[in-house]
């Protein structure tokens, strides 16, 4: 028996293989948009993917399932509350699918969403690991408020934290403390609020040290898991449809995109997403653009500023970045929303932002409307800056007309990377100087 645990940093995501030597088959479970590595790791071991277990329809990332389905015959299991699109195969509460030596029982762990399962595999009569899905983390477990306007199932997050209190402490804490733990995410992900650096657990350490594992009524553990939720992107209900629905193949849908020459002029009333750096971006852009750098989170940026509802421009500083920016998209389903992605690099008669000098801020901070685009986890701290207004950057282009534009605006955030995003924002939405404070914020703050 093999497992193998694939990993997308971008979005702390985990995929899995299970192998049965054995059998020379493969079962997966949660496979990432991309699908080769796991046709590699299958083909390294002369094995066949006969199967695919989604844990749930994810909201953070797309799955490869249907396309994987498609090129293998593999098996598509889901447990039944999740009404899929795709052909598949009931997984509920008791199911098992025997790989050789190797067992998979479905646990329904309702919590995160009400189509939830764990998988526990079995080998040699023994409960050897659980993969956990959304349900349980490495130090926490997974939010239940991404379900009240999404899926085939909707639920209230109170209703949804009374069933994930009765899914850890009836089903995954009554598993032996030497069981293995698989999640789905780790640290970084929106899937939760509290995720620990490590991939992997056991039951009997995430019932000593899980918060969310520890002694309390289910009332309190209502309250403690309700609160203080990160904000939720406004791509995760589209992806919670595009992976109830089955998303199209991976590479068909990259050279999809259209790829237009350098320095397009783009049709007019269709947003333009930058992924250049940002200094770059500052000495000569697109009029309306939005600077989403290319970095370990874009896709989650891109997800959250843009809506899935919304069509838009790509843009990069070379023809490998742009290849990269498109993929990156097409991990959450919005390669489908590209109206065309291009290289720029033209300066002449092109838009550029002004530079933030920290000296003159710290000279007269009073003459600049300070626009904080932390979350509100993050401001729950306390103020950067006495007098400044906190707009989270997901909510920025819908609330730009908040901000008072009697003087120069400058934005911060925490350390740099999402102020350009935020500047650039508000530069094509307000009229009147933008700034953005960018990695000065950590010298100016909290004086």
Not at 221 to 236: G, M, N, R, S, W
Not at 333 to 361: H, M, P, W
Not at 398 to 424: M, Q
Request: glycine letters at 8%; a negative charge; charged letters at 25%.
């Amino acid at each position: 028996m093999k497992i193998q645990q694939f990993e997308d940093k971008g979005l702390a995501q985990y995929g899995y293989a299970i192998l049965s030597e054995e059998t020379r088959e493969v079962v997966l479970i949660d496979p990432a948009r991309d699908p080769q590595p796991y046709y590699d790791f299958a083909g390294s071991n002369n094995a066949k993917i006969v199967g695919v277990i989604e844990t749930h329809p994810h909201a953070d990332f797309v799955s490869a399932h249907q396309e994987i389905h498609q090129q293998t015959g593999a098996t598509l299991y889901v447990h039944s509350l999740l009404g899929a699109d795709y052909p598949h195969q009931a997984f509920d509460e008791g199911a098992e699918l025997q790989l050789g030596e190797i067992k998979l029982k479905s646990l329904h762990t309702p919590g995160h969403s009400p189509d939830s399962i764990s998988i526990v595999l079995e080998h040699e009569g023994k409960d050897v690991a659980v993969f956990t899905g959304d349900t349980l983390f490495i130090g926490d477990v997974g939010r239940p408020d991404l379900r009240e306007r999404a899926g085939n199932i909707t639920a209230k997050r109170e209703e949804l934290a009374r069933q994930m209190y009765h899914s850890t402490r009836e089903k995954l804490m009554k598993l032996d403390d030497d069981v293995l733990v698989y999640p789905a995410h780790g640290a970084g992900t929106l899937c939760g609020k509290g995720l620990s650096e490590a991939n992997s657990s056991t039951i009997g350490a995430e019932k000593a040290t899980n918060y969310a594992l520890q002694q309390m009524s289910e009332d309190e553990f209502v309250k403690v898991l309700t609160a203080d939720q990160p904000f939720i992107p406004k791509y995760f209900g589209y992806d919670v449809a595009l992976n109830k629905k089955g998303a199209p193949a991976w590479q068909e849908s990259l050279k999809g995109v259209t790829r237009l020459d350098k320095n397009t002029a783009p049709e007019k009333d269709v947003l333009v997403v930058d992924g250049r750096p940002e200094g770059i971006f500052k000495k000569g852009h697109l009029k309306g653009a939005i600077n989403i750098q290319n970095g370990n989170k874009f896709e989650t940026w891109l997800g959250s500023i843009v809506g899935p509802d919304e069509r838009f421009y790509l843009v990069a500083e070379t023809g490998e970045q742009l290849e990269e920016l498109i993929a990156k998209a097409a991990k959450i389903g919005y390669e489908l929303l590209i109206a065309g992605a291009f290289v720029y690099d033209r300066q002449e008669g092109a838009e550029t932002s002004k530079s933030f000098n920290k000296e003159t801020f710290k000279a007269n901070e009073q003459a600049y409307t300070v626009v904080d685009i932390r979350n509100d986890s993050e401001t729950k701290a306390g103020k950067f800056f006495e007098n400044s207004i906190n707009i989270p950057l997901p909510e920025l282009r819908e609330r730009a007309n908040e901000i008072p534009t009697d003087k120069p605006v400058v934005v911060h955030c925490a350390g740099g990377y999402r102020s350009a995003a935020g500047s650039s924002v508000l530069e094509s939405l307000l009229p009147v100087e933008v700034l953005d404070m960018s990695e000065a914020v950590t010298e100016l703050k909290n004086k």
